[in-house]
């Protein structure tokens, strides 16, 4: 089960930070990816953890900006800097089965929180 937490509305070039918390099975074996989905468009891939070897991925578009962070077992959050109107979104936390490797395909995830809303104003 998870749960994303942290969303809000900040403007242009402000911080943020996002939150997925897994009640139950911890991150510590888990892949897990923030993707994000605007109004209209498909959800995209944002961020991704490989917690056995601690590495991160992130897109194209977050690269530099964006940063993971493993506060605890159970808890992973996603530091979001210079944020632009192009991320508002609602950004949805994502797991995979223990001991499945990192993707950065949706389709890959079997488990997801509800999303929370990021908007950003210009």
Known sequence: HLVESGGGLV???DS????????????????????RQAPGKEREFVAALN???LISYYSDSVKGRFTLFTENKNTVDLQMNSLEPEDTAVYFCAARRPYDGVS???????????????????
């Open 16 to 35: 943020l930070k996002v939150s997925c918390l897994s009640s139950g099975s911890t991150f510590s074996s888990r892949a897990m990816a923030w993707f």
């Open 104 to 122: 950065k395909e949706a389709v890959n995830y079997p488990f997801w929180g509800q999303g929370t809303q990021v908007t950003v104003s210009s």
């Open 11 to 13: 403007q242009a070039g």
């Open 51 to 53: 917690p056995s070897a």
